[in-house]
């Protein structure tokens, strides 16, 4: 009996067991996949919602302090955000890869005033605009970006207002393919 044993396992491993060993690898190895491409899907976007943050706080900032609109020093002072900035850093959104951006493109009147720039290659365009004065103005930050290369944009729209005691508020975020 011991014998027999002994000879079987000096056999090897049976085609079935070969088979089941295999298919436990390749399930393993999808679910390690599925698991890897969201991680770096999820580390692309974050990104996208860290800036716009940064870009929340510089435009509250601003909000928050009293401008001067006769240029004279003596009023009437109201509450505004940076002015517009016109165009998108880098121009058109990067295709799937990061872009390097030029330091001097941060150099618009606007960024200055958020105090934001990136000095690291990026994956998305980021834009701002705003209008009104006081408590009825609004600003307008954007993160659009093409992550996977297929011409189709992810866009972050960060919007918010002012308020009669100062402050500004943010009014929403809305996100729109963010996979993509």
């Not at 121009?91 to 890869?97: G, L, S, V, Y």
């Not at 009147?109 to 705003?130: D, H, M, R, V």
Request: aromatic share 8%.
């Amino acid at each position: 009996m011991l014998k027999s044993l002994l000879k079987k396992r000096e056999e090897g491993f049976t085609l079935v067991e070969l088979m089941i060993v295999v298919a436990i690898i390749g399930v393993l190895a999808a679910l390690a996949i599925y698991g890897v491409s969201r991680y770096l899907k999820h580390s692309k976007t974050a990104e996208a919602t860290r800036n716009l943050g940064s870009i929340e706080t510089g435009s509250k900032n601003q909000f928050q302090q009293e401008t001067d609109t006769s240029g004279t020093g003596v009023g009437p002072f109201v509450h505004n955000f940076c002015t517009n900035s016109g165009a998108t850093v880098p121009i058109a959104p990067p295709k799937a890869a990061k872009t390097k951006v030029l330091s001097s493109d941060w150099d618009a009147t606007t960024w200055k005033c958020l105090k934001f720039s990136i000095n690291e290659p990026q994956f998305y365009a980021y834009g701002y605009s705003s209008s009104g004065e006081g408590p009825t103005a609004s600003y307008t930050a954007t993160a659009m970006g093409d992550l996977d290369g297929n011409g189709v944009n992810s866009e972050f729209v960060l919007t918010g207002g002012g308020s009669p005691t100062g402050d500004a508020q943010r009014v929403s975020l809305r996100i729109t393919n963010e996979d993509e």
